[in-house]
């Protein structure tokens, strides 16, 4: 008997080391189901706020505290579940409340049965729970709620809690595991964050999505000296939980404008424009302006997430002296609605009869990528003809913005008292001059835009504060 044990387990351990050695898994870990938990082994966020102050402030208001409340998710997925007959109402609520998935109580997708705690989103006690995954993409995450929160440090020690490190909190394998969506019935990829990173040069270099999103250094590491919470010792580093992205329309709705804040200055610092002109041009002449901008500093696509719903545009307006517009593109009518639509960058996508469609959840195919990859550079032309009696010089002034979702969708789902709100990410202007005007009177250069601006007047005030 105690041969064949022997016997048994070494082809065990055979056949596992063989399956590692060929990087096949030798356990697909199982990754928690539906209704395998109860919500009442969670712990409200509040407790975890006693010791963990800072760490709360951080992430109350935030996107991963309104995941379930949000108004636009909630309008949505009403659409979707009727749409599909309630095919997605589990997939969708994995991510958006995966407490309320785990313990069963959604679906029903009306959240009849949910319990408060669940509706709280992704919340601390969901997300230090979590033991181990399954890869990333649709949410494959194993979570074991109870005494041990798991995080990034190996030696931390709480009264109130157990402590265990695992190496995927610091890695973008963890937030892989929900900013990578899959259609469950046809794999479609609908949002691809996580895979267009690990195929850029940040994902060659391992600047993870924490290196950007959990440190004050937007497009880089910075380093955040201090203490985890109340009686903890201090740290080189503690990780700010105030992950932003480019939504700075739903926080206001939970008076979280701090966070919308942090929004704008973050798509502030995402992407650079420039515009080409030509230097002067006469009544009568065809002008080309050239509009290049830069995705650099998201390590991922600008926009990405619901890309199909996000949309980033350059708005260009050419004035005289006089201020009368001779050109303008990408300006918004009064019902909120961009003109020239071929100028948007983000993702369309379409439905089985090739229809371009926002309903992503009826989508199977993509029918024009327009987004702008990691370090990508992209150019878009614009062209007019100066007219007659033309007051010079002219002013040609290209701005570059973001909005969460098209206006008109909003008004659908949620009503037309809601406005969305329109971010300049950048903005950049140039001068077009009369050909009579004499060289010495034309000044070149163009105005730098926000990210220039903001390094140039730093600047300033160093030299201020050097000469007192
Ligand atoms: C979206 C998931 C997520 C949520 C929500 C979240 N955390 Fe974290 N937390 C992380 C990750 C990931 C790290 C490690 C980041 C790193 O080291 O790169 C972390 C780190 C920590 C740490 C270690 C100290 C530090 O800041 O580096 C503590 C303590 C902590 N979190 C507590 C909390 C508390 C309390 C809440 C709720 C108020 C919370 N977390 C909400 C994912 C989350
Ligand atoms: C009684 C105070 C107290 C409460 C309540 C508390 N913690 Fe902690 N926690 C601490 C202290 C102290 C540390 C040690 C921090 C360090 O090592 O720097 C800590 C560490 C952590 C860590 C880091 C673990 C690691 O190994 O990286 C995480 C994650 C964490 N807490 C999450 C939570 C969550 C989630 C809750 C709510 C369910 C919570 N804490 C409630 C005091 C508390
Ligand atoms: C349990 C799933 C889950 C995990 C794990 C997770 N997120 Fe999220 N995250 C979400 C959901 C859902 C939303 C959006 C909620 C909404 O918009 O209604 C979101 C929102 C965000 C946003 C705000 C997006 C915006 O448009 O402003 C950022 C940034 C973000 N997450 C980054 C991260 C990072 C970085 C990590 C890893 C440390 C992470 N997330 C881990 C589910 C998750
Ligand atoms: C090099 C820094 C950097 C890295 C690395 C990075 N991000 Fe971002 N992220 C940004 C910036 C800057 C923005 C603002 C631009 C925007 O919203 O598109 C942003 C925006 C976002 C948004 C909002 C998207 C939108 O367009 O509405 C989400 C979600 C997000 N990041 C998640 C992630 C996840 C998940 C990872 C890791 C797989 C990650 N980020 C890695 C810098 C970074
Ligand atoms: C695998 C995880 C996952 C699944 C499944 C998922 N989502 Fe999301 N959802 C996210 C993340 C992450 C974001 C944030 C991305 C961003 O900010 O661009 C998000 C954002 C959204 C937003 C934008 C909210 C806002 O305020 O801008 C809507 C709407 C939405 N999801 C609806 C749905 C619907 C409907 C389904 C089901 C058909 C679904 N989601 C399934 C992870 C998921």
Redesign the pocket.
């Known amino acids: 008997m105690r041969g064949t044990i022997v016997k048994g387990s070494l082809l065990f351990v055979t056949i596992v080391l063989l399956l590692s050695m060929t990087g096949i898994p030798a356990f697909a870990a199982e990754v928690t189901k539906f209704g395998e938990l109860s919500s009442d082994e969670f712990t409200d966020a509040d407790r975890c706020g006693q010791c963990h102050a800072i760490i709360y402030a951080d992430w109350e208001g935030?996107?991963?505290f309104?995941?379930y409340l949000?108004p636009?998710?909630l309008e949505e997925v009403k659409v979707a579940s009727e749409d599909t007959d309630g095919l997605v109402d589990e997939f969708c609520s994995r991510?958006?409340t995966?407490i309320g998935v785990t313990s069963g109580e959604i679906p029903p997708i009306d959240g009849s049965q949910m319990s408060e705690i669940a509706k709280h989103?992704?919340q601390c006690d969901?997300?230090h729970v979590?033991s181990g995954s399954n890869g990333t993409g649709n949410?494959p995450?194993i979570v074991t709620p109870g005494d041990t929160k798991w995080g990034p440090f190996d030696d931390s020690r709480s009264a109130f809690h157990g402590s265990e490190y695992l190496e995927l909190y610091t890695r973008s394998e963890?937030?892989g595991?929900?900013?990578q969506v899959i259609h469950p019935v046809n794999g479609l990829v609908i949002d691809d964050t996580y895979s267009t990173w690990k195929e850029s040069q940040y994902g060659d270099d391992n600047v993870a999505?924490?290196d950007c999103?959990?440190t004050e250094g937007i497009t880089e590491f910075e380093a955040n000296p201090g203490r985890a919470g109340s009686g903890a010792p201090k740290r080189d580093h503690i990780s700010s939980h105030d992950?932003?992205?480019?939504?700075a329309f739903?926080p206001p709705m939970f008076g979280a404008d701090n966070v919308a804040e942090m929004?704008v200055e973050r798509l502030q610092r995402a992407a650079t424009v420039e515009v080409k002109t030509p230097e002067m041009a006469a009544s009568g002449e065809e002008v080309i302006i050239e509009a290049s901008i830069t995705n650099s500093g998201a390590g991922h696509s600008i926009p990405t997430?619901v890309s199909e719903i996000r949309q980033i545009w350059v708005e260009m307006i050419v004035t005289d002296s006089e201020g009368n517009e001779i050109y303008t593109a990408g300006t918004l009518d009064e019902d909120g609605t961009i003109e020239g639509e071929k100028l948007i960058y983000n993702n369309v996508l379409g439905n089985s009869e090739g229809n371009a469609t926002e309903s992503f959840w009826l989508a199977d195919r993509v029918l024009e990528d327009n987004r702008i990859g990691p370090k990508e550079t992209v150019t878009e032309e614009h062209n007019f003809t100066v007219p007659d009696d033309v007051a010079y010089p002219l002013t040609v002034k290209a701005t570059l913005n973001y909005r969460?979702a098209p206006q008109e969708l909003i008004d659908k789902l949620m009503g037309e008292d809601t406005e969305v709100p329109v971010i300049a990410m950048n903005e950049i202007s140039a001068t077009i001059y009369d050909p009579a005007t004499p060289p010495e009177e034309r000044t070149t250069e163009s105005t730098p835009g926000f990210g220039i601006l903001a390094t140039s007047m730093a600047l300033v005030i160093m030299m201020y504060l050097f000469r007192r």
């Open positions: 935030t996107m991963h309104n995941a949000d636009f998710y991510c958006h995966p989103g992704v969901f997300c979590v949410a995450f963890y937030c595991m929900c900013h999505c924490q999103h959990m992950i932003v992205g480019g939504n739903i929004a997430g969460s």
